[in-house]
């Protein structure tokens, strides 16, 4: 038994981790925010150089086929630099769905250039986890018509893996005849979050159905959850370090006790939330009794956890935590979204329930 | 990760197992307490430590299995006894708290003398150290050893004794040095409870029950050899098993059956003729918990991987007692109000579920919350020694002048 990172998991989160600290700085964050709220083009291509794209593609088509565990530690990263780049659409589900899902020549022709990163994959699910208003795909033959809402990393996606309303799952390029993109501004400008809308588009079917699409769920799920432990670790680490910092009453405002505990609080409820993070993106590839539960759990507990600690960290950073000046708040704002992309806690909790027998 | 425990572990539990089923109708109804043991509980205890699953890494000399440390084969037992629902060894404080103590800091004498009688559950201890005016600040107590030829005379009060009443012998903190700065002024003493000069007067708690005593004593006249350590390295000596104490509170596994027990309740019981379970709010904390519960579970298999590989666990490892105990008291909390009206009744009332066990859990688990270290002081801890934030200042003593302008 041990439950532990291995050493080359170790270092991949560190090499990660490194590069986005200088590389995704504050400033550049903030340029993307204000600019165009799609990516750092300078970020994309370190981690390029760094294989993050080929992080889940199979070996045979140039990938480092990586498990959920590996992309969880990445997303993690991920968060805890809000890095301004597509990631859990472009590099984790959308390999995977085509991995999954694709015949031999769908594989052959994407998974090599999603591994060099030529081509960002868009993931169009979100119906399958609460549609909204009219949105919904249908598919006659091989064409899709319909919206799809929420689509994850759609700004600058060039293939669509898109979930029809029985769902069945299929492969769209962005350029053909039929698709229009329209960007939605959420709080969060560090990563795009767009709405498709398609008439008789061609599209190409991906099998596996309804397993592989649950699946993409249960591991998005266990990725914004991951992001959130990220983005809120970072939250707590520039708590404690401005309370360590800022005096009033002729003391640094970390010696009270009041703010100490605001402090050990978050880091109480944070901490265990890792191990939960570690255990479901584990069981998505070696536990499939334990894959959809704890998913559900890491991404409404998560939700939850992180929700306080933002809250609480931005009120230790006192006035200048609400300013935009210190930037805090791109970390509130992106775990605000985390929270809501394929499922509020609520939503995900009832579909626990019924997982387990415990409601109709 | 690997969570496969590996053949060699799997034999172990299969060996387990197996000494379940075949001791099973020598087991003692009751699970070990902190009273004073039964004859079946003391024969019980003796089988367990003939066969290693109690005192495991005790060496045989001191009446112990003499097994080498190994974590993994000592959370099997403790899963195969809870899974099959049979009691584990004696874990009252004379086993979980001072034999370690005297493991690490007694003399070989002590060790010869004391270690056994307390495995087999012949002596049992109490702890002597918060005081009344000592709880969180607990090295500034005050019970005092004055010099008296060559014994210490004690007097003074202690609180929070459980089994006081039924133990036989008392480890305690004494300040036998009152001119030396507060943490180095106090010895750890031991001696009989009938001791002439020493009254114990059970404690009530809110549960309505007497959990604890108060301990006083009136000239209580203990040798100076009856001393684990050195004089004034009594707070180091104690520190030893205070690590011990907090291991014990906030176990994780508890948290899971309670869990276990509330789903299954909430299924069975029903308000206006539906399920309790078929209350979406309801539902909704239970869900929630679940999510606690199972964080909890995987955080507890973590640091135990830490502490096999010997890895320090740093602020994972310190939150455990704040987020355990809150835990505990939250589920005791869903299954009372789940329960509604029926979840008040208490003391064997009619209707009463459970013996009442649900209310006692929730008012004796307030308790540890405040025992053992406050969550208040928890989070003191965590923030000072997990994320090295600065402690508070010490108020500084006014300036004669100042004093006198303010008097």
């Known amino acids: 038994m041990e439950f532990a990172l291995s050493e080359e998991q170790k270092m991949l989160q560190d090499s990660v981790g490194r590069y986005l600290e200088t590389a995704c700085s504050l400033d550049v964050v903030r340029g993307v925010a204000e600019k165009s709220g799609l990516q750092a083009d300078d970020v994309w291509s370190g981690l390029i150089d760094l294989g993050v794209p080929s992080m889940m593609v199979p070996e045979a088509y140039g990938g480092m086929a990586f498990g959920m565990l ?17 990631f859990i659409g472009a590099c984790v589900l959308g390999p995977l769905a085509i991995a ?3 015949s031999d020549a769908l594989k052959e022709a994407w998974l090599p250039k999603i591994a060099t990163g030529a081509i960002r994959v868009g993931v169009a699910l979100s119906e399958h986890t609460g549609a909204r208003e ?42 053909a005849e039929g698709v229009e993109t329209i960007a939605l501004t959420s709080i969060d400008r560090t990563r795009s979050l767009s709405e498709i809308r398609l008439t008789k588009v ?53 010696s009270f006790q009041s703010v100490k505990h605001m402090c050990a609080e978050m880091a109480a409820e944070l901490e265990p939330c890792r191990s939960l993070i570690w255990y479901a993106a584990y069981a998505q590839d070696a536990l499939p009794d334990d894959a959809r539960l704890t998913a559900g759990h890491a991404k409404s507990h998560l939700s939850e956890v992180g929700r306080f ?13 609400f300013t935009d000046l210190l930037g805090l708040h791109y970390w509130f704002k992106r775990i605000g979204v985390n929270r809501q992309i394929l499922g509020g806690p609520e939503r995900v909790r009832e579909e626990l329930a019924k997982l387990q027998g415990w409601a109709a | 990760m690997d969570l496969s425990y590996g053949p060699e572990y799997e034999a172990f539990r299969a060996e387990v197992q197996k000494f379940l089923i075949d001791f ?3 087991a003692p109804r009751g699970i070990g307490g902190t009273g004073r043991p039964a004859a079946e509980t003391i024969h019980w205890q003796k089988l367990l430590i003939e066969h290693g699953y109690a005192a495991r890494t005790i060496p045989k000399e001191y009446g112990g299995y003499g097994a080498e440390p190994d974590i993994l084969k000592s959370r099997i037992i403790s899963e195969e006894f809870t899974a099959a629902q049979m009691p584990g060894g004696i874990a009252n404080q004379g086993v979980s708290m001072f034999v370690p103590t005297l493991l690490e800091l007694g003399t070989e004498e002590q060790k010869q003398k004391w270690i056994r009688p307390t495995l087999n559950g012949d002596i049992v201890w109490c702890q002597g150290y918060s005081e009344p005016g000592s709880g969180s600040d607990l090295a500034s107590l005050q019970t005092k050893g004055t010099e008296d030829g060559d014994d210490f005379l004690v007097n003074g009060q202690k609180i929070w004794t459980s089994t006081a009443k039924s133990a036989d012998m008392m480890f305690c903190l004494v300040r036998t040095e009152p001119d030396a700065p507060k943490h180095k ?25 007497a959990e604890f005593n108060e301990v006083f004593f009136t000239d209580v006249r203990v040798p100076q050899n009856q001393i684990i350590g050195e004089r004034g390295q009594g707070w180091f000596v104690a520190n030893a098993t205070l690590g011990h104490e907090r291991g014990m509170l906030g176990d994780p596994n508890a948290a899971g059956s309670r869990l276990a027990e509330i789903t299954q309740m909430m299924m069975e019981e029903t308000v206006d003729g539906e399920r309790l379970m078929d209350n979406p709010f309801l539902r909704d904390r239970l869900v929630k918990l679940q999510s606690r519960v199972l964080t909890m579970q995987y955080h507890g298999m973590r640091l135990l991987t830490a502490r096999v590989k010997k890895e320090s666990t740093g602020v994972a490892g310190l939150i455990v007692k704040l987020q355990g105990c809150d835990l505990n008291h939250d589920l005791a909390a869903l299954a009372i109000d789940a329960m509604g009206e029926i979840g008040v009744l208490y003391d064997g009332s009619p209707m009463e579920r459970s013996r009442g066990k649900w209310q006692w859990r929730y008012m004796f688990d307030l308790g540890l919350i405040i025992g053992g270290g406050t969550a208040q002081i928890q989070k003191n801890i965590i923030s000072e020694r997990g994320l090295d934030m600065p402690r508070e200042p010490k108020p500084v003593k006014p300036a004669p002048a100042d004093a006198a302008k303010s008097a």
């Open chain 1, 309 to 321: 600690v933002a809250r609480t960290s931005t009120e230790v950073h006192g006035g200048m935590g």
């Open chain 2, 185 to 209: 002024g106090i010895s750890y003493l031991i001696f009989p409870m009938d001791t002439p000069g020493i009254e114990v007067r059970p404690l009530v708690t809110m549960t309505g029950n």
């Open chain 1, 202 to 254: 061609v599209s190409q079917p991906l099998d596996g159905g309804e397993d592989v699409l649950a699946s993409l769920i249960d591991a998005g799920r266990v990725l914004y959850a991951a992001d959130t432990l990220g983005a809120g670790w970072a939250m707590i680490d520039k708590a404690v370090a401005y309370a360590k910092e800022r005096k009033q009453f002729n003391r640094v405002i970390g």
């Open chain 1, 100 to 102: 999954r899902g694709g």
């Open chain 1, 70 to 86: 590996e992309a969880a530690l990445v997303s993690e990263v991920m968060g805890r630099h809000v890095a301004a780049v597509p």
């Open chain 1, 134 to 175: 009219d949105a919904g795909i249908t598919a006659e033959g091989d064409r899709l018509s319909g919206r799809s809402l929420f689509v994850i990393d759609g700004g600058m996606a060039d293939i669509f893996v898109v979930a029809d309303t029985q769902g069945g799952l299929h492969l769209i390029e962005a350029g």
């Open chain 2, 24 to 26: 099973k109708d020598q």
